[in-house]
């Protein structure tokens, strides 16, 4: 009595929909023509940035830092070979050429190492004062006693202007030591030098971030090929590579997988219907609602998100996929029901016996993807999203369009022959033979896999996730950068308030560095850079030194002076015991010097580390490569402690952000989500299966090669040596949502069959043709991921073609000969 409503429900709905079939088709024709529309809007964001959550702390502090700071990242442009005095005449008009773009904020290449040389003086302790006092007052002596030898009282020391020489090199040494590089970015043994160009927007504005790698690489072109340079036939090659550039290569890449795999998914699932039903007319009329349903949802999509993301980009293929799945089996039990009369009925027929089932296997796929989008991990949610859609507006599709498409245009009656063609069923008939020793090969298969599945690896370097092009061409070169730098240099950034927070974060961080040193444990940053770093010693009074400065210089007489600057001028003496003309100029301008204060640092320094809005920047330099996603959770571990107790820094603010900190930050949410999600989704299904099946043996016995299958996935992987990514950890709930359907399917049908062996192996053998059907053409949608340029679809391919056809594999061996077994125990006397 209780089915009574829902089977005048289904009654109602196949009799309206054949009556007006005509009136279904129209409006499904309207709406897919809108919808076509709708989905031309949508774009694709390959940005990795938009697979974490808008709100999340790490994303807040990126946005801080690069409202007061610019945005983070270059284009690097790497120069090779040639003199370095042609390296350097190039560089220098790449810079002014680059500069007045529009699209470009600043040119760093070159640093103003004398500034710091110039003001040595404010950075001496006390006691370097006065013994460079001694030194200076032993050297003016000297000067005088060389000039008037009569009015000198005292022997001057002939020592005197080489101790004061050394005195001031080694100081000078000193405060250049504050800077990296002495002027070019270069490194006397490497025959390169490079320009960090640095653009006005972040790169993850795609649009941007293509736009500015094109320019500079023309720009770039252009003064290179300039006649008559000094760098003409120098031979000098060139490379632009940065965060921008390989942001707009992937995003080309992406581009370019969406219409190559797109293509060959499609034509895929063409190909497998065709050769499933032997019939253009039968593809056709099946392409129709599947078209609709794909259309209806990436509509959908542009309507609720607005976009793709890198691991939705393909996701159309995936949609073609699993949407004709509820077709394939419609039209199997409508060619099934053929001989009993007319089109119209069989459609009914196979329409009632069908809706329960397919029902229970849309409901458990759309459950898992129900339990993705709830996540709040973007990678989860989006594809949860958009694949439910899928599913959902696909079924939909099949319930209306299908049937009302097949009333249109008839069914094409096959001979019984062909409908019960000789092998169809023999695989099954083979398994119901010897159902003990098919349950024996999977218990065996189990075991295996449980052992060698602990050995799964994850993908630790997002390097994998590019393109095989993109590491050909980006990754020497940033490694060539990191070693003319001496450390990567996608550093985690801290912006603070006040230069006393900097400097307590600094003392904080070193006294870590320095803990963790001593205990073994050992630091994974290579460098901190703050302002405080290029300034002098907050216990040096500047008003002070400069009277110091003042008082020492005050009784020098003007002869001397008058010599510093001859000597400064390259003109007088010459001989080892005299001033160099260099040591001369620096002198004279160490003299002449004012105190150093944050807004009196060159340009190129102070905006790296001091905003304009008045905030602070902390640089923590990784020593390790920055796509290294396990060095980065050890990082942001580390870098978590560089703040602890520091006054006035709030948790979410306290945060060095970076390349590296967004990359360990997706592994840290894919981690704590992907269990949740997991056993969620997997906890659904078991109730939506038990709530429709209503027994608890068959819910388990359903769900059974459901669970085997995903531990052979497991074991496969590590057997083959297929990792885990960033990108293919999310479509394990898909494969669940997925793979329960070929259960559910064969679960139904055995129920209805309890008869004989012969007859179970007919109608399983029918039926496992169609899950043979749908879950090629399921695993063909995945399938075009496999043939992507890009590492991390690629990896999405693998692991869902093998989870998808592992699942329907282990639901072919199990569930029959289950079934067969207790055939023969019911047969027993």
Known sequence: MPEAPHKRLRERWIAWVLAQHRLVLALALLLTVVSAYLSSQLRVDSDLRSLLPEDHAVLTSLDRIETSFGALGSVNVVLKEGAPEQRRALADAIAERTRQSPLVRDVEYRLRSDFFAEHALYYLSDTEMEALDEHFQAWTHYELCRAEPDVCLDEPDPEAPRALRSFIRSKQDAALSRTTFKDYFERDDISALVLLIHPTKSSSDLDFAEAVSNQIRGDVAAVLAEPGAPWAGANITYSVVGPYPIKAEERETIRRDMLRSGAFGVLGVVVILYLLFRSGRAVLTLLVPLVCGVTWSMALTQLVLGRLNAITSLISTVVVGMGIDAGIHFLVRVREEQSRGSDREAITRAFANLIGPLLIASATTLGAFAVMSSSVFPAFQEFGLIAGFGVLLCLLAML????????????????????????????????????????????????????????????????????????????????????????????????????????????????????????????????????????????????????????????????????????????????DEALTPEDARRLQNMLKAEPVTVERLPPAIRDKVYSRDGRFAVYAYPNFDAADISMGLKFMEETARYTEGVEGLQADDALFVGETTVYALMYELMQSEAPTVLAMALGLIAVIVVAQIRSLPRTLLTLAPLLLGLLWLVGLMAAAGVRFTLFNIPILPAILGIGVDNGVYLTDRIRHMRDEVGGLAHALGETGAAIGAATATTAMGFAAFIIADSGGLRGIGVLAVCGIGIAAVTAILVLPSVAALAARLRRRP
């Not at 090969?441 to 994850?458: N, R, S, W």
Request: hydrophobic residues 45%.
């Open 400 to 575: 209306t369009v299908y049937p009302a498409i097949l009333c249109l245009v008839g069914v094409k009656r096959v001979g019984d022959a062909q409908t019960r063609r000789p092998g169809r069923g023999a695989v099954t008939r083979v398994l119901l033979a010897r159902p003990g020793v098919v349950l024996g090969l999977v218990a065996a298969l189990t075991v295996g896999a449980a052992v060698v599945a602990p050995g799964a690896e994850f993908e630790n370097s997002t390097r994998e996730l590019q393109s095989a092009r993109t590491r050909a061409l980006y990754k020497p070169e940033v490694f060539l950068i990191s070693k003319i730098f001496g450390k990567d240099i996608h550093a985690g950034v801290l912006v603070v308030s006040t230069l006393e927070q900097a400097r307590a974060v600094l003392t904080q961080a070193r006294a870590v560095q320095a803990e963790r040193l001593a205990d073994g444990t050992g630091t994974v940053v290579a460098e901190l850079l703050a302002a405080p770093d290029l300034l002098p010693d907050p216990a040096i009074d500047a008003a002070k030194r400069k009277e110091a400065i003042a008082a020492m210089t005050g009784d020098v007489p003007e002869r001397t002076w008058k010599r510093l600057e001859e000597r400064a001028a390259g003109r007088g003496e010459d001989g």
